[in-house]
C-alpha cells in the first residue's frame, strides 16, 4: 500500500515570495491533514479536512496560509507571502476519517521550508 | 482542550540499557493517547496507542507504555534499548467525541550511545 506523498521534500524561498505544498494521501482515507512543525517543537495542527470540507481550520493564519482539497483526494497548502517565522517542515497526514476518535494518522515524509 | 507536556526533551541511555519515556496530559474529558516516532528526515510514525481496556499498552519494535488515569500519564518504556531506536518520540493526545484531531507535546529525542 503507498503511503503518503508530499512534494516538493525541500523548499528555500526569499521572504515575501509565495510558496505552496502539495499531498496525495493514503487511497480511500478521507481525512486529510496539514501540520507545522518548527524546530524544537511537536507538529502543530493547521487544517483539517474530511473529504473535501474543512472540519478544523482554528488555527491556520488565513491572512497568508490557504490550502484546498480538491475533489477530496490530494491536497494543496499555500502561503503568500512567506514570513521568516514560517520556516518550519510541513506534515501531511490522512487516517480513515470514520467518525471514531483513535484512527492512526499516517504521515508523509514532510516538506522542510526555510525561508530567507 | 488538551494539552501534553513532554519533560525530557533530550535522553541519552547506552545500547542494551532500559529507557523510559515520560509523557503527562491534561484534559478536562476523556482522551485517547498516542506515541508516534519521528526517525531522522522521515514523518510521523505510530508506536502505539491506548484507546480503552488494559492500561499497559503494547506496540511496534519491542515499546510499550501505561495509561495512568490518577496520574494523567503516559510514558513509555522500552526494556533494551537498540541503536535503531535513535529517534524523536512524541506523546499525542485526542478526545473521543470523533474529530480525530490530534495535540502534540514538544517531543523526546532519544539519543542511544554505544
Known amino acids: 500500500e503507498a503511503g503518503v506523498a508530499q512534494s516538493p521534500r525541500y523548499k528555500i524561498i526569499e521572504k515575501r515570495q509565495s510558496v505552496a505544498f502539495w499531498c496525495n494521501p493514503i487511497?480511500?482515507?478521507?481525512?486529510l491533514y496539514w501540520y507545522q512543525q518548527i524546530l524544537g517543537q511537536g507538529p502543530k495542527l493547521l487544517i483539517q479536512?474530511?473529504?473535501?470540507?474543512?472540519?478544523?481550520d482554528s488555527q491556520l493564519p488565513k491572512d497568508r496560509f490557504s490550502a484546498e482539497r480538491l475533489k477530496g483526494v490530494d491536497s494543496t497548502l499555500k502561503i503568500q507571502p512567506a514570513k521568516l517565522e514560517d520556516s518550519a517542515v510541513y506534515l501531511c497526514a490522512s487516517s480513515l476519517g470514520t467518525g471514531l476518535s483513535g484512527n492512526e494518522q499516517f504521515f508523509g515524509p514532510g516538506t522542510r521550508l526555510t525561508v530567507l | 482542550a488538551q494539552s501534553v507536556t513532554q519533560l525530557d526533551s533530550q535522553v541519552p541511555v547506552f545500547e542494551e540499557a532500559p529507557v523510559e519515556l515520560r509523557c503527562n496530559y491534561s484534559s478536562s474529558v476523556s482522551v485517547y493517547l498516542f506515541w508516534y516516532v519521528q526517525y531522522p528526515n522521515q514523518g510521523l510514525q505510530l508506536l502505539l496507542k491506548y484507546l480503552s481496556g488494559s492500561t499497559l499498552v503494547k506496540g511496534i519494535n519491542g515499546f510499550e507504555a501505561e495509561f495512568n488515569k490518577s496520574q494523567t500519564s503516559f510514558h513509555l518504556r522500552k526494556p533494551s534499548v537498540h541503536i535503531s531506536d535513535t529517534a524523536e518520540y512524541f506523546c499525542a493526545v485526542s478526545d473521543n467525541f470523533g474529530n480525530e484531531k490530534l495535540t502534540f507535546g514538544t517531543g523526546t529525542r532519544l539519543t542511544i550511545i554505544p
Open positions: 487511497s480511500g482515507h478521507a481525512t
Open positions: 479536512f474530511q473529504n473535501n470540507g474543512v472540519v478544523d
